[in-house]
């Protein structure tokens, strides 16, 4: 059964760039059949899709967030990972990383992680 | 992008009791609708895709139906365990957007 872990920091200065990675187990990263996504979820709202990456490394990003991110992957150690630059306030969320299908639904996901940024 | 608005934003109900969720597309989205549970401090969990097929392992009280821009959930004889926040979520078109939640309560 596939799982994936969040890791990283979990607090990070306004302007500097938040870094996680997504670690995967009982499954290989490289499976062609799904994608690998991003997901955030600040305190009481909604979730929000970052972005995704195939195992070729090509990558699909939120537009409202494309000129900040950026995700890659790394087969050897199935992993991906997400860069989130010049963060404010409003970046502070929890993060998930999941599975996704091709036709972009999302199972199984990671436990999340708190990311907070701070001035 | 695509708008996705759930009714009500926090619903009351007793166990055993029948429940249904709304969830509306600012546009047509066909089939491409997907449901999600989530409990206190966890992560969401996938209960239904494509708006009616039942994730393996999901009990048959979760039913989903609807196409176009329309979209409902529905809990038969709520048990214990489904008190949580339900998301629907639509993958008509990137990016893929959330509802803002149901919030299912122990009346």
């Known amino acids: 059964q596939v799982q994936l872990q969040e890791s990283g920091p979990g607090l990070v200065k306004a302007s500097q760039t938040l870094s996680l990675t997504c670690t995967v187990s009982?499954?290989?990263?490289?499976?062609?059949?799904?994608?690998w996504s991003w997901i955030r979820q600040p305190a009481g709202k909604a979730l929000e899709w970052i972005g995704r990456?195939?195992?070729?490394?090509?990558?699909y990003y939120n537009p409202s967030l494309e000129s900040r991110v950026a995700i890659s992957i790394d087969t050897s150690k199935n992993q991906f990972s997400l860069r989130l630059s010049s963060v404010t306030a409003a970046d502070t969320a929890v993060y998930y990383c999941?599975?996704?299908?091709?036709?972009?639904?999302?199972?199984?996901w990671g436990q999340g992680t708190l990311v907070t940024v701070s001035s | 992008d695509i708008q996705m608005t759930q009714s009500p934003s926090s619903l009351s109900a007793s166990v055993g009791d029948r429940v249904t969720i709304t969830c509306r597309a600012s546009?047509?989205?066909?089939?491409?609708l997907n449901w999600y549970q989530q409990k206190p401090g966890k992560a969401p969990k996938l209960l239904i895709y494509?708006?009616?097929s039942l994730q393996s392992g999901v009990p048959s009280r979760f039913s989903g139906s609807g196409s176009g821009t329309d979209f409902t959930l529905t809990i038969n004889t709520v048990q214990p365990e489904d008190f949580a926040t339900y998301y629907c979520?639509?993958?008509?078109?990137?990016?893929?957007?959330f509802g803002q939640g149901t919030n299912l309560e122990i009346k």
């Open positions: 009982g499954g290989s990263i490289s499976d062609s059949s799904y994608y």
């Open positions: 999941a599975r996704t299908r091709p036709q972009n639904w999302f199972d199984p």
């Open positions: 990456i195939y195992t070729s490394g090509s990558t």
């Open positions: 546009q047509s989205i066909s089939n491409y």
């Open positions: 979520q639509q993958s008509d078109s990137t990016p893929q957007t």
């Open positions: 494509a708006a009616s």
